[in-house]
């Protein structure tokens, strides 16, 4: 499975500070995509990486992509309040489907 | 644009009910899918729709059938709903047609949540 795998689980920083989170995946891709899920609501699409890109940049999140360590992380700037939310990294590979994996669940306190 | 939209919000049902959830995308997408999300699994597909007039079975269609109505509507029923079908159902959609090699963004609903006594 070419499954991603969220690290951590968990994360809870103060306002202000910047939160990293990280994904590693097993096979190759042909892209990578972050996702938010506020408490209660359905996943909103935040960036797609693609597998010959390094880095990208949207508003405060910096997304990196290694494809030789098959990992990513996402890097979320200055962070507030209503950041807080889970965080899916998904994987895609050819004509396959979409894989999420299991989130973390970042807490930015006030 | 109401996007991707999700009938009930919120069900109880007894073991052994059926029910069916509504979902209808108003993007022109191509593409649509059914997961189901419990805690600690993350989200998990059960079925999705290629193309209108096309379904297949994802990682976890057991106790499940779905019908793409037309290009905005897919629906899943629970035949003979059981408590492990207990869950938060999302139904989500593409503008890619599967196998196209298009980059899947996917655009969710708000979630079906199912409790089966």
């Known amino acids: 499975s070419q499954q991603g795998e969220e690290d951590p689980q968990a994360l809870s920083i103060q306002e202000g500070e910047n939160a990293t989170m990280n994904c590693s995946y097993k096979?190759?891709?042909?892209?990578l995509q972050w996702y938010r899920q506020n408490s209660g609501r359905g996943l909103v699409h935040l960036i797609l990486i693609r597998s010959n890109e390094r880095e990208k940049h949207s508003g405060r999140l910096r997304v990196t992509l290694d494809t030789s360590k098959k990992s990513s992380s996402l890097l979320i700037t200055a962070s507030r309040a209503a950041d807080t939310a889970s965080y899916f990294c998904?994987?895609?590979?050819?004509?396959?489907?979409?894989?999420f994996g299991k989130g973390t669940k970042l807490t930015v306190n006030p | 644009n109401a996007g991707v939209t999700q009938t009930p919000k919120f069900q109880v049902l007894k073991t052994g009910q059926s029910m069916t959830l509504q979902c209808a995308q108003d993007m022109n997408h191509n593409s649509m899918y059914w997961y189901r999300q419990d805690p600690g699994m993350g989200l998990r597909l059960i079925y999705y729709?290629?193309?209108?007039?096309?379904?297949d079975k994802g990682e976890v269609p057991n106790g499940y059938n779905v019908s793409r109505l037309n290009k905005r509507e897919f629906s899943l029923r629970l035949e003979s709903a059981a408590p492990s079908q207990t869950s938060v159902y999302f139904c989500?959609?593409?503008?890619?047609?599967?196998?196209?090699?298009?980059?899947?963004?996917?655009?969710f609903g708000p979630g079906t949540r199912l409790l089966v006594l």
């Open positions: 998904a994987t895609q590979g050819g004509s396959e489907k979409l894989v």
């Open positions: 989500a959609s593409s503008e890619a047609l599967r196998g196209s090699g298009g980059d899947e963004t996917q655009y």
């Open positions: 096979t190759s891709i042909n892209n």
């Open positions: 729709s290629a193309s209108e007039g096309t379904t």
